[in-house]
């Protein structure tokens, strides 16, 4: 009798042991790392937040399965500052030259630069960039499209990429893996120009309208690429051209392919889907199938790509320990440059949620997007967490999770939110600042909102924005008016003072 206890005993402890094991092993202090950047993604465009007429069930599951946070930003409301900033963990205005790239700049991130992929290599981590860049490729005498592409991702902390390398508007439209544009033909080089047409005879789309299957609204008339008229000049390179409907497919293809090779070591994967950017051109799968026109068919298509990245982690066993995270690198836009019947079909579809401006725009749904954090192993499911986020403190965070050391001057506006980003706390940061298309800058802290005096533009007539500019200080409370509908500004002057005086000594730092 007393053996068959003692056994027993030995066998409920051995028992205790092996799952705290396995639960160590699955919670382990090193989890694969995703961050799927999406891109022009509102606040309201996913069901999850509250106010989308368009489905999203891969991306709202991602939220029951993990975390959802109303008060994250991106930095910027435009797309190259905010991943210069989320990458270096500095803020993009501090630095000349880092607004919306053309397609031909060179890598905006300086080589001796801190990045959130080289400070991952340090903890042990593959690390690859998948799918839009647009911040950049070579040096000051440009990329070499013929030859070897660099500098770029590989230099500064990517161990893999496949790029597209600005934006799907832009040339060049072709893929580049590390250092090499896909499938180019060396009889047919690339010559790219965005100062003048490089074939005075090829076709424009200001031209040639009759050759295009999808028209300019604004800009967007020059080269044209697969029936679509881009920003930029090129000729050549014609087996290297992409097919934009074949993005999602590509993009997803290949993180299957990298992920699939990383079952050493833990991985760092910047997955930065293309969708739902113009030109809106879905797979012929998802053509059609929003019922909310082509910007409601990315739509669909960018969900089942969130939906590809969990099964392909789930087929692998890793999806248990990888920390996914989710959101866009600014605000919405309806019509950004092309006649994709956005504005027509928008219907009942509120991309903003509450909030008042959009991409490009100081106003609130500039930079403050879908931010949704799950990691199985370690998160509880289903929260939502109020606290204050930015994108920059992505860097002190991760290097706080691994143990890797942030030393002075790296990172520099980089706060550790670690225990915010694992929803173990709701104390958020202070402040945050958020930069608009033409860098005014406005100021969170708490409930209230200071927008600096800006002589720039009220509306972005193009996309219909409103801008946030005045030349006047403007201060909302955003707890009582998220719409920032009320300029509080005369009624509390030594709070704009105060604001005032903090954002000026932030921008000394
Ligand atoms: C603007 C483009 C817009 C978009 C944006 C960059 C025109 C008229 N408009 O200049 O279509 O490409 O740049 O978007 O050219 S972002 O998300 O990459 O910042
Ligand atoms: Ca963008």
Redesign the pocket.
Known sequence: MKNRIYFLFLFIFVYAQLTAQTKQQKAGVKPNIILIYT??LGYGDVGAYGTSAIPTPNIDRLAKNGVRFTNAHATSA???PSRFSLLTGKYAWRKEGTG?APGDATLLIPLNATTIPAMLQKGGYHTAVIGKW?LGLGDAKGADWNGKITPGPLEIGFNYSFLIPA?G??VPCVFVENHHVVNLDKNDPIKVSYKEPVDPGAPTGKKNPELLKLHPS???DMTIVNGISR?GYMTGGNAALWRDEDFADMLVKKANAYITQQQKNPFFLYFSTHDI??PRMAHERFQGKSGFGPRGDVLLQLDWTVGQIESILKKNGMLENTMIIFTS??GQVID??YKDDAVEKLGNHKPNGIYRGG?YSAFEAGTRVPFIVSWPAKMKAGKVNDALFSQVDLYASLANLLNVPVTEGQAPDSKNALPVLLNQSAQSREWLVEQSLNSTLSLLAGNWKYIEPSKGPKINK?TNTELGNSTEPQLYNLADDPGETKNLAASFPEKVNEMKALLEKIKQK
């Open positions: 891109d022009d435009t797309c190259t919306i647009h934006t508007d832009r604004h800009g967007h920003i950017h113009v690198d600014n950004d440059g991409k193009d």
